[in-house]
């Protein structure tokens, strides 16, 4: 089998601070807020930042002043039955870096909810309505918050992995 | 099991009570112009739109929570059904993201066959959105002459994959199998007489006053809005941004390719509508570079346990038919991780975000498409301006309800 191993993996954050001491977003957030930087990876290529729950608009924000200014889509990974239930994939793209860096947010089951980062860019307005609809994941400070892809008077939330896929409904 | 029903609607945008002079108009989901299924809630004051509303969902298929329940090898047909009049671009945009996942290397025959084929998508995607678009003007004629040009495009694809649409031939690992003996011929001799055939619809349309006064001025957006409201592709270049994939953050080979990035600063439908005519011809010349400098090997990477065996090799070869059943019947881990790959689909940015568990299954698979971010931007556009431009707006961001709904 070829494969190639360019790609080196980073798994935690003292390594990724070590090999990306330059790095505009890593600078920018923990010039901001080092604490609000709890993990860091980098793998096949691409940056993961996770960021703490409450700072997920504050960081949004930072980043964009850092150059990261096209946001391309948020969207959620349910790791039931394990804690805390819900990843948040931010991917942002530079148009003047050309890169892309993911962040990510943990959330727990009992009462998800993170602040919506519409604010800061308004084309997150629909993939925000997307998660909220497909896997009950609120955004506080969303302007609509309503079920995009089902009915309105929709019960429970296709994409989460507890949803059953046969039988009656 | 108990579900909790969801946060109560926060707020209704129209139709909250519009003053006496406004009315509330739908436009769809059976509406001619809107491509689909497309419902647009329309708040106007005469024929001025106060606020317009998306209405969107009722192609719904929950495509990604079906990939959860398949083998890798297996969601790649799903692929072709999001976006059903660019197939290849989807195969392209998941097959880089499981090869990334895989650290699967390519050949580069594959790599550049892939290329030629992503362009021919690009040409027939673009040819499917002229003659719609021109259709909804008005302007009925040119439609039957993309169609003839666009039926090429479909016999080429169905000469390499027995499929005219939805064409699964890119797999993960390469391609599905050789393309035919006389296929670089054939490609060779449509795209010898294909930049007359783009001059023939520019002489139909760009002329003709009606048409321009149909669109030019019509649905301005600025270059800050449309990176705000993550609009990509054609509509995001006709605005100013300079910015590619195919340039900017290479796959697939492209950066052994020589093309230009049209921009235009212009902003409206007619600019929009220069620039996909100018990315077709760009198209062209990638096509004839990819004819030029095909590389030989083979199409599919050297990973048994990965890419299905060759016909011949699994009725002759006891370890091909073993590496054959196995990979049918129980598919191949994928080593944990996620990736998130983005191309230039003939609509925008598209990308394929794939977590893997390290099982054969995918455990999540999100396609971000490239329309659905356009859509939020027609509002800003059509605000304030007649009802008639609504058609003239959404015809020229090129939507495609199935990667919209997905």
Same mark, same amino acid.
């Given at each position: 089998?070829?494969?190639?191993? @360019?790609?080196?993996?980073?798994?935690?954050?003292?390594?990724?601070?070590?090999?990306?001491?330059?790095?505009?977003?890593?600078?920018?957030? =923990?010039?901001?807020?080092?604490?609000?930087?709890?993990?860091?990876?980098?793998?096949?290529?691409?940056?993961?930042?996770?960021?703490?729950?409450?700072?997920?608009?504050?960081?949004?924000?930072?980043?964009?002043?850092?150059?990261?200014?096209?946001?391309?889509?948020?969207?959620?990974?349910?790791?039931?039955?394990? @804690?805390?239930?819900?990843?948040?994939?931010?991917?942002?793209?530079?148009?003047?870096?050309?890169?892309?860096?993911?962040?990510?947010?943990?959330?727990?089951?009992?009462?998800?909810?993170?602040?919506?980062?519409?604010?800061?860019?308004?084309?997150?307005?629909?993939?925000?309505?997307?998660?909220?609809?497909?896997?009950?994941?609120?955004?506080?400070?969303?302007?609509?918050?309503?079920?995009?892809?089902?009915?309105?008077?929709?019960?429970?939330?296709?994409?989460?992995?507890?949803?059953?896929?046969?039988?009656?409904? | 099991?108990?579900?909790?029903?969801?946060?109560?609607?926060?707020?209704?945008?129209?139709?909250?009570?519009?003053?006496?002079?406004?009315?509330?108009?739908?436009?769809?989901?059976?509406?001619?112009?809107?491509?689909?299924?497309?419902?647009?809630?329309?708040?106007?004051?005469?024929?001025?739109?106060?606020?317009?509303?998306?209405?969107?969902?009722?192609?719904?298929?929950?495509?990604?929570?079906?990939?959860?329940?398949?083998?890798?090898?297996?969601?790649?047909?799903?692929?072709?059904?999001?976006?059903?009049?660019?197939?290849?671009?989807?195969?392209?945009?998941?097959?880089?993201?499981?090869?990334?996942?895989?650290?699967?290397?390519?050949?580069?025959?594959?790599?550049?066959?892939?290329?030629? =084929?992503?362009?021919?998508?690009?040409?027939?995607?673009?040819?499917?959105?002229?003659?719609?678009?021109?259709?909804?003007?008005?302007?009925?004629?040119?439609?039957?002459?993309?169609?003839?040009?666009?039926?090429?495009?479909?016999?080429?694809?169905?000469?390499?994959?027995?499929?005219?649409?939805?064409?699964?031939?890119?797999?993960? !690992?390469?391609?599905?199998?050789?393309?035919?003996?006389?296929?670089?011929?054939?490609?060779?001799?449509?795209?010898?007489?294909?930049?007359?055939?783009?001059?023939?619809?520019?002489?139909?349309?760009?002329?003709?006053?009606?048409?321009?006064?149909?669109?030019? !001025?019509?649905?301005?957006?600025?270059?800050?809005?449309?990176?705000?409201?993550?609009?990509? !592709?054609?509509?995001?270049?006709?605005?100013?941004?300079?910015?590619?994939?195919?340039?900017?953050?290479?796959?697939?080979?492209?950066?052994?390719?020589?093309?230009?990035?049209?921009?235009?600063?212009?902003?409206?439908?007619?600019?929009?509508?220069?620039?996909?005519?100018?990315?077709?011809?760009?198209?062209?010349?990638?096509?004839?570079?990819?004819?030029?400098?095909?590389?030989?090997?083979?199409?599919?990477?050297?990973?048994?346990?990965?890419?299905?065996?060759?016909?011949?090799?699994?009725?002759?070869?006891?370890?091909?038919?073993?590496?054959?059943?196995?990979?049918?019947?129980?598919?191949?881990?994928?080593?944990?991780?996620?990736?998130?790959?983005?191309?230039?689909?003939?609509? !925008?940015?598209?990308?394929?975000?794939?977590?893997?568990?390290?099982?054969?299954?995918?455990?999540?698979?999100?396609?971000?498409?490239?329309?659905?971010?356009?859509?939020?931007?027609?509002?800003?556009?059509?605000?304030?301006?007649?009802?008639?431009?609504?058609?003239?707006?959404?015809?020229?961001?090129?939507?495609?309800?199935?990667?919209?709904?997905?």
């Amino acid at each position: 089998m070829t494969t190639h191993k @360019t790609q080196i993996t980073l798994p935690d954050k003292s390594s990724v601070l070590e090999a990306f001491p330059d790095h505009p977003a890593l600078k920018a957030i =923990l010039a901001w807020k080092p604490e609000a930087l709890t993990d860091a990876r980098f793998d096949r290529g691409e940056l993961t930042i996770t960021i703490a729950q409450d700072d997920i608009r504050a960081a949004a924000a930072t980043v964009q002043s850092a150059g990261y200014n096209a946001f391309q889509d948020v969207t959620a990974v349910d790791w039931y039955p394990s @804690t805390p239930r819900f990843q948040l994939s931010y991917h942002i793209v530079s148009h003047s870096l050309k890169e892309l860096i993911r962040l990510r947010v943990l959330v727990d089951e009992a009462d998800p909810s993170v602040e919506s980062i519409t604010p800061v860019w308004p084309g997150a307005n629909y993939y925000e309505r997307e998660v909220f609809d497909l896997f009950g994941i609120r955004f506080e400070g969303h302007p609509n918050l309503r079920r995009i892809m089902m009915p309105d008077d929709w019960q429970g939330h296709p994409l989460r992995k507890d949803y059953p896929v046969e039988g009656y409904r | 099991m108990a579900f909790d029903v969801g946060t109560p609607i926060l707020e209704v945008p129209v139709a909250e009570g519009p003053s006496d002079q406004h009315m509330v108009l739908n436009m769809g989901p059976q509406h001619p112009s809107t491509h689909g299924v497309l419902r647009l809630v329309l708040e106007i004051d005469g024929e001025i739109v106060v606020r317009l509303y998306p209405e969107i969902g009722y192609l719904h298929t929950g495509i990604e929570k079906t990939c959860e329940a398949k083998f890798y090898q297996q969601v790649v047909p799903l692929t072709d059904r999001v976006d059903y009049l660019s197939p290849m671009a989807n195969n392209l945009c998941y097959c880089l993201a499981v090869e990334r996942l895989l650290d699967l290397e390519i050949p580069e025959k594959a790599q550049w066959i892939r290329v030629l =084929l992503s362009e021919l998508t690009r040409l027939n995607s673009h040819l499917v959105w002229l003659g719609t678009h021109a259709m909804d003007i008005g302007a009925l004629t040119v439609f039957l002459y993309t169609f003839r040009e666009r039926e090429d495009i479909l016999r080429i694809f169905e000469m390499v994959s027995g499929q005219r649409m939805m064409t699964s031939y890119f797999r993960i !690992g390469g391609l599905s199998m050789e393309p035919p003996l006389d296929f670089f011929d054939r490609v060779r001799s449509f795209i010898s007489t294909f930049p007359e055939k783009i001059d023939e619809y520019s002489n139909l349309l760009t002329g003709n006053p009606i048409f321009a006064n149909r669109l030019k !001025g019509v649905g301005y957006l600025s270059a800050a809005d449309a990176v705000a409201l993550a609009v990509t !592709g054609p509509p995001m270049r006709a605005s100013g941004i300079d910015f590619d994939l195919r340039r900017d953050m290479p796959y697939s080979s492209y950066e052994k390719f020589d093309f230009k990035v049209p921009v235009s600063t212009d902003g409206d439908c007619w600019a929009r509508y220069r620039l996909r005519f100018e990315e077709m011809r760009e198209s062209v010349k990638i096509i004839e570079q990819a004819l030029a400098g095909m590389p030989e090997g083979p199409v599919k990477a050297n990973a048994p346990k990965i890419v299905l065996p060759d016909r011949e090799q699994m009725k002759t070869q006891m370890e091909s038919l073993i590496h054959h059943f196995k990979i049918v019947t129980e598919g191949f881990a994928v080593p944990a991780g996620e990736v998130y790959q983005g191309i230039e689909s003939p609509r !925008g940015q598209m990308g394929y975000y794939v977590v893997s568990d390290g099982t054969a299954k995918p455990y999540r698979v999100h396609m971000r498409n490239p329309t659905y971010a356009t859509l939020q931007s027609l509002e800003t556009m059509c605000k304030g301006r007649m009802l008639a431009d609504v058609v003239a707006v959404v015809g020229s961001i090129d939507i495609v309800l199935g990667e919209i709904d997905r």
